[in-house]
């Protein structure tokens, strides 16, 4: 079975603060692709970073980075300096190569930035 | 970047009636695209995945009676919702796999959908 756990529902910083949500995955998969999605008030989804099971680089966008660890099975998110822009829910989600091509939603964690 | 929208954007309509919603591939082909509903303060749940040409493959508990899902061209998908109820409002957003690959998909912004 294939899962992803975001298990902060909701965090709440001050502006500039940073700031890091977690997630963590099941699957049984060898090959397998981990994502976030950016979801703001109005509902449009926004992409942030796609990530392969065998690349396990740490990005940086910007004040965005992300920490692939295998061997913990985790897939973290950290905001730098954090904006009141930032404010959204997150999601995680993963494909697997037997899943169908179906992304496995996390729960999402709203994120609040406070001026 | 590949795009996909959905039409309309947000719908009122009364119990009882029917609302279609479409969603589209405006700049690539999409054989296989996903309905996903999603309610306040939750995650997205899959729906029914749909492929061009053939019969949508909906997931459990979802009623193929009442969400009748055509995926008649590569670069369209329609979500009709038959006898609405209140209890249908929600948000629903589709997503388009792109042909030959894996893993991208692209989503639409979402429909808003209050039945009264």
């Known amino acids: 079975a294939q899962k992803v756990t975001q298990a902060q529902t909701e965090i709440s910083v001050v502006e500039k603060e940073d700031v890091t949500l977690d997630c963590v995955y099941e699957?049984?998969?060898?090959?397998?692709?981990l994502f976030w999605y950016k979801q703001p008030p109005s509902g449009e989804l926004v992409f942030l970073i796609r990530?392969?099971?065998?690349d396990e680089q740490n990005e940086i966008s910007g004040r965005y980075s992300w920490n692939f660890q295998k061997s913990t099975s985790s897939f973290n998110f950290t905001i730098t300096a954090s904006q009141v822009v930032d404010s959204a829910v997150y999601f995680c989600?993963?494909?697997?190569?037997?899943?169908?091509?179906?992304?496995?939603w996390g729960a999402g964690t709203k994120l609040i930035i406070k001026p | 970047g590949a795009v996909v929208s959905q039409h309309p954007s947000w719908v009122i309509c009364k119990s009882g009636t029917s609302v279609k919603i479409e969603c589209r591939s405006l700049?690539?082909?999409?054989?296989?695209m996903f309905w996903y509903r999603q309610f306040p303060k939750q995650s997205l749940m899959l729906m029914a995945t749909?492929?061009?040409?053939?019969?949508?493959?909906?997931e459990q508990g979802v009623e193929k009676d009442k969400f009748l899902i055509n995926h008649a061209s590569l670069t369209l998908s329609t979500l009709t919702v038959t006898s609405a109820h209140p209890e249908d409002s929600s948000f629903y957003i589709c997503?388009?796999?792109?042909?030959?690959?894996?893993?991208?998909?692209?989503f639409g912004p979402g429909t808003r959908l209050t039945v009264t």
């Open positions: 997503s388009a796999k792109q042909v030959d690959s894996n893993y991208e998909q692209y």
């Open positions: 700049d690539f082909q999409a054989t296989t």
């Open positions: 749909s492929n061009e040409g053939s019969k949508a493959t909906y």
């Open positions: 699957t049984r998969d060898t090959t397998y692709y």
């Open positions: 990530r392969n099971s065998f």
């Open positions: 989600a993963l494909i697997g190569f037997g899943s169908n091509y179906q992304l496995i």
